[in-house]
């Protein structure tokens, strides 16, 4: 991100100071290879792709204990830590645990009274997406019971609301294949220490609904639109003649500079409050060629040493 500068007035003098970003707020922060999080617990709608999750994540050098109750993460998590081979270490925690559930809230805040830094990531999708997986497998849902499909998914998902609010990191997978699970999992979970702060951006047409996972969402559907285009119809956002023409709009590079100057406080904020996974999702509408050539943009200006930007199209090429 750019130097920005804020104004200062001291009696009839007006001076300038350098304005404190996200980046300065990550760099205040202690350095350490698993600063990020020592302790990662992975929870979600069934169907979601949690097992896809764990894998990826296992072959990422986490440890990763399946179906564990909430009550025993604080006792998982201090065997571990006396373990010099175990350094990442994610728990799975469901709706299969059924009354333990309860005992959530109140793991969490042992954990962190014990000096962990626990980071809740929560994998949703859409009820149309599990519904589809559900009948695919022939399986019923856990919640089931003597009711449809249907039935058991809304049932789960009134029991998550409130630890799907609270999540660290939110994880649509609708759409999503096992490999592009995966890919997305190593992206958001891997890397390098360094980064303090990783943004997934995500393109995508508002005909395909806005992605389960936004924190913040922009709209490009203000620009002209290149599918009217003939030359540019087949083209992407990714390809240059597609991006020259959206960013030859002046509103298209007013609001990239405008964009950046909103996020800042944004970051720096959650930054400080603790947060380390966000997710802005810019959309058009069939999320080919603006909401793809914005998000590149927008992931360059963003970047720096101590933020990691994440790209995913996730409706490039459905059309």
């Known amino acids: 991100m750019t130097d920005r500068t804020t104004h200062r007035t001291t009696g009839d003098h007006t001076t300038e100071a350098p304005a404190r970003t996200a980046a300065d707020v990550a760099a205040e922060e202690v350095d350490g290879e698993e600063h990020r999080s020592d302790l990662i617990i992975l929870?979600?709608?069934?169907?979601?792709?949690?097992?896809?999750?764990?894998?990826?994540?296992?072959?990422?050098?986490?440890?990763?204990v399946d179906n564990l109750p909430p009550s025993m993460l604080p006792q998982l998590a201090g065997l571990v830590r006396r373990s010099p081979a175990v350094h990442r270490l994610a728990a799975v925690v469901d709706v299969r645990t059924r009354?333990?559930?309860?005992?959530?809230?109140e793991a969490l805040t042992t954990l962190r009274a014990e000096?962990?830094?626990?980071?809740?990531?929560?994998?949703?999708?859409?009820d149309e997406s599990l519904v589809r997986r559900f009948e695919s497998v022939r399986r019923p849902h856990p919640l089931q019971g003597d009711g449809r499909l249907l039935d058991g998914i809304q049932e789960e998902r009134?029991?998550?609301?409130?630890?799907?609010?609270?999540a660290d990191l939110l994880v649509d997978t609708s759409g999503l294949n096992v490999h592009q699970l995966t890919a997305k999992v190593r992206e958001m979970l891997g890397?390098?220490?360094?980064?303090?702060?990783?943004?997934?951006?995500?393109?995508?047409?508002?005909?395909?609904?806005?992605?389960?996972?936004?924190?913040?969402?922009f709209d490009m559907r203000f620009l002209p639109n290149p599918y009217w285009i003939p030359e540019l119809r087949g083209h992407t956002g990714l390809e240059k003649p597609v991006a020259d023409y959206v960013f030859a709009q002046p509103e298209a590079r007013e609001f990239i500079d405008r964009a950046v100057d909103l996020m800042e406080p944004m970051l720096a904020g959650y930054l400080k409050e603790g947060r380390r996974y966000i997710t802005i999702a810019v959309g058009c509408t069939?999320?080919?060629?603006?909401?793809v050539a914005v998000a590149e943009r927008l992931?360059?200006?963003?970047?720096?040493?101590?933020?990691?930007?994440?790209?995913?199209?996730?409706?490039?090429?459905?059309?």
């Open 158 to 166: 009134s029991r998550l609301s409130d630890l799907r609010s609270q």
């Open 99 to 105: 009354g333990f559930f309860d005992a959530f809230t």
């Open 286 to 291: 069939g999320g080919k060629h603006r909401s």
């Open 43 to 64: 929870t979600g709608m069934s169907g979601a792709g949690r097992s896809t999750a764990v894998h990826a994540m296992e072959d990422l050098g986490w440890y990763v």
């Open 115 to 126: 000096g962990h830094h626990p980071r809740v990531v929560f994998v949703d999708a859409s």
């Open 191 to 217: 890397g390098a220490a360094s980064a303090r702060l990783r943004i997934a951006i995500v393109s995508f047409g508002f005909k395909y609904g806005v992605p389960l996972d936004a924190d913040t969402v």
């Open 299 to 319: 992931a360059e200006e963003l970047r720096t040493p101590a933020i990691a930007t994440l790209l995913f199209h996730r409706d490039l090429g459905r059309e």
